[in-house]
């Protein structure tokens, strides 16, 4: 292992000072995690739900155009969060927080460095990506939370947003030379930091669930060595499929920012997903992916 220069020491430490000043870093959206929660017990009404989305204009306004969109086929125009709330259902509601929270976390880079933007875009591409690819295995899985499980794939690179930001030039190069060598291993050696550690002190400073959070902080471990081993193996294989499968790689003729670990596998026993559920979640996922293009306006 290389040792961490002092220069990568520095790095280290700005951004864990980052990480720790008010407004530094965007915050993940309180509407939408409180939105999330809501949807989770089973207690709360419609009432309740349409309260939490009306008191944020953005989700008011994706849960309306989710609703009119084709995916639910309905030939009036639905022009209340009520009626949204009912057509739309909890799961896609809460899916559909998940990916505006994480949504918001990309916008408006006030730098105007197109080298970040054009990053950003394609890393939440990736997000998106993965996170459809999570879905459609989750449906064959009944010891990982779908809400957990979603949101854990759409962030589980949130830590290369927070990277990219401090260091748009080196950063960069770390993307380009991921090419042929895994980034988490560049980021160590050149950053003193990994985007995991990263991605996993974001998540604990919004106060996600330690399952999320471990997902996260895991995606490029052994799932057997750490805790819970069944969301982290699940990501694992949402990130690894994701690329094999293209889906949020928009660079065409380049190998996909060296996300992958070794070579890859037919199957991820930890979860017991198997060849054939790979096989039966493709098109599943490609499906995820086209939906969540158009309801996130960027199909
Ligand atoms: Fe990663
Ligand atoms: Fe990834």
Redesign the pocket.
Known sequence: MTLTSTSNLNFRAEVLKRLNTPGAVRPLSQSALKLMESLRMPESNVLDIVGLIESDPGLAVRSMALANSPLYGHSREINSVRQAVVIIGRSALAQMAATYATQQLFCDDASGNTMIMQLQAELFHHSLGCGAVARALVEHLSDVDDDEAYLSAIL??IG?LVLMQCDPAVYECIVHQSSTEP??RLEHERLGIT??EVGALCSQSWGLPESIVLAIKH??DNPNEVQHPEIVALVSAA?QLAHHWNLGDHRTGQKPEG?VDGTFPDEFPVIGISSEHIRLSRAVAHQYYDELLQTCGTG
Do not use: S
Request: no cysteine.
């Open positions: 589980h690179d290369k980034i988490w985007h995991q995606h490029h990130n996300d």
